[in-house]
């Protein structure tokens, strides 16, 4: 079995191969979000918490929370179910998936670290890896930089450098979404008194057919 373990801190992710049952055997009949000690896997791990936060079996089914076993089911699956995408309006769909509780049938397992132990794991925890891209909403800006309602939110926006042979060094920026400029703001005038002129006037055309 692989077990795909991720640091939310560094951004990192490390794919562990195991197949002695007898380290396995701390992961079987754990559901998804239950949390195992990291000693199992060896001394390496020691002190650190893992959560189980999915996985899939050998043909490739995902697991699925709140389906109570280990085996694989069918289900009628509707807009907002995990694991289903639907592709028209309304549309459900029956699909398999797999139970909750950990197996030997899984091929795949995926733990986030939830707590660290004293050694570090080299390419997991050691080196952060950064954003290739920052956030490009305003208020996500605003609240990544923890910045108020008056500053400026174009001169936070995380820049790239993009760097070509034989060509000058340029930078990139993101578009920011739902930004208030003037001109938005304006746009929002001419709208409310557009909407009160229709008012008005169909109250004045209607107070006319009522004289007549």
């Not at 380290?23 to 199992?40: M, P, Q, T, W």
């Not at 029956?94 to 660290?116: A, F, N, P, T, Y």
């Not at 208030?180 to 009160?196: D, F, G, S, Y």
Request: charged share 35%; hydrophobic share 30%.
């Amino acid at each position: 079995m692989k077990l795909n373990i991720s640091y939310p801190s560094t951004g990192q992710q490390k794919v562990v191969e195991e197949n002695d049952d007898k380290v396995l055997r701390a992961f079987y009949d754990k559901r998804i979000s239950h949390e195992v000690e990291g000693e199992a896997l060896g001394d390496d791990w020691k002190g650190y918490v893992f959560r189980i936060s999915g996985g899939n079996d050998l043909q490739g089914f995902p697991m699925m929370q709140g389906v109570l076993t280990t085996q694989r089911v069918r289900l009628l699956l509707r807009e907002g179910s995990q694991c289903y995408r639907p592709r028209r309006s309304g549309e459900r769909k029956r699909k398999s998936v797999r139970g909750c509780i950990v197996s030997h049938d899984l091929s795949v397992l995926h733990l986030v670290i939830v707590q660290k132990g004293d050694q570090e794991i080299p390419g997991l925890t050691d080196v952060p890896r950064p954003r290739r891209l920052g956030p490009k909403r305003a208020s996500k800006i605003r609240a990544l930089f923890n910045l108020d309602k008056e500053d400026d939110v174009r001169r936070y926006a995380i820049r790239r450098t993009i760097t070509k042979e034989n060509k000058k060094t340029s930078s990139k920026a993101p578009k920011i979404q739902r930004l208030i400029t003037p001109v938005r703001l304006q746009r929002k005038r001419r709208w409310r008194n557009e909407k009160t002129a229709r008012y008005t006037k169909a109250r004045e055309e209607a107070e006319e057919y009522s004289v007549l």
